[in-house]
């Protein structure tokens, strides 16, 4: 998949991705990243100036909408023939769960858009934004936080990723359940015993343990998941 980022702040993606499970991604050709600044297409050559002051007297700064949009444009056309859809990271987009993340693994390709400021003009929203994310019920400075949590989520979940895709399957919230907790050596910490099942070698009581363990789990902490069927 080809992910496009525009942003104001290309310097925030360099040690986000040059680590670990997305830099891996990168090198067996499984994901490709490019990264844009908003600045580069700002008609205002002299001083790359990318924001004006709201109609209607708010307070702060938006970003003009010929910036965001000729680098929209850039984008499409470097990535044509893959239809890529532009995904504008905002507080006020869909919140993002692991059903949406799944919902983009059919995408070729994908145009972040990072905000900034008081955010951006409607009327590119309303004419070149294919969908609008939000990380959650929060407001951070900028949408490149948010765009790395999508990039990443959506690559652990592209076959090949990951070394086995079905580590990523056992996660919270791929089976509508948060996780079962999990075990490792030694079988002694501290005078803390693993849980005998998980020694016995019975695997079908193992499995019933970690559903019975997942879904008290989710009971208590997450009741809503169950409502939902998410
Ligand atoms: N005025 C906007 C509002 O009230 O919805 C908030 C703007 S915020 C300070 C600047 C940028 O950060 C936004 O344009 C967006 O790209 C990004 N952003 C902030 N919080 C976010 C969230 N929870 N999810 C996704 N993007 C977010």
Redesign the pocket.
Known sequence: MFFDILTLFPGMFEGAFSDSIIKRAVEKQLISINIRNIRDFSHDKKHNSVDDYPYGGDA?ML?RPEPITNSIKESKKSLVGCNPKVV??????ERLNQNIVKSFLGEKSLIL????????DQRVIDHYVDRE???????????EV?AMVLLDAITRLIPGVLGNLDSAQEDSFYGGLLSHPQYTRPEYFEDMKVPDVLLSGNHAKIRQWQQRKAMEITQQRRPDLLNEGN
């Open positions: 702060g970003l504008y990271l905002t507080p006020s987009g858009l990072c905000g900034r400021y008081k955010g951006v994310i939000s990380i959650g019920d929060y407001v951070l400075s900028g949408g948010p």
